[in-house]
Nanobody, 115 residues
Framework: QVQLVESGGGLVQPGGSLRLSCAAS????????MGWFRQAPGKQREMVAV???????NYADFVKGRFTVSRDNGKNEVALQMNSLKPEDTAVYYC?????????WGQGTEVTVSS
């Protein structure tokens, strides 16, 4: 069973930075896509940034130029560097991975941007 475990959330002031990390375990198969989604209170879950095993990335428009996704295929880890954070970035951030045709999710880590 694939497990994704996030770390790095917390409280940060507007304009600040945070780095989220996610480690995958429980599979010897390639994780074709890894990335991050988020869900704010009262809103649907939305894609933030994803990265393929080959390094191709895709970002939501609202984070372009501020967030950077990266991954270490050897360690099955993915990270999200978040800069210039805004109050509207407040949400629970979920790590996501695709193995074969199956989607896997982490338990989520909370990010709060507030002064």
């Amino acid at each position: 069973q694939v497990q994704l475990v996030e770390s790095g959330g917390g409280l940060v002031q507007p304009g600040g930075s945070l780095r989220l990390s996610c480690a995958a375990s429980g599979t010897s198969f390639k994780i074709s896509v890894m990335g991050w989604f988020r869900q704010a209170p009262g809103k649907q879950r939305e894609m933030v940034a994803v990265i393929s095993s080959g390094g191709n990335t895709n970002y939501a428009d609202f984070v372009k130029g501020r967030f950077t996704v990266s991954r270490d295929n050897g360690k099955n880890e993915v990270a999200l560097q978040m800069n210039s954070l805004k109050p509207e970035d407040t949400a629970v951030y979920y790590c996501h991975g695709i193995v074969g045709a199956r989607n896997y999710w982490g338990q989520g880590t909370e990010v709060t941007v507030s002064s």
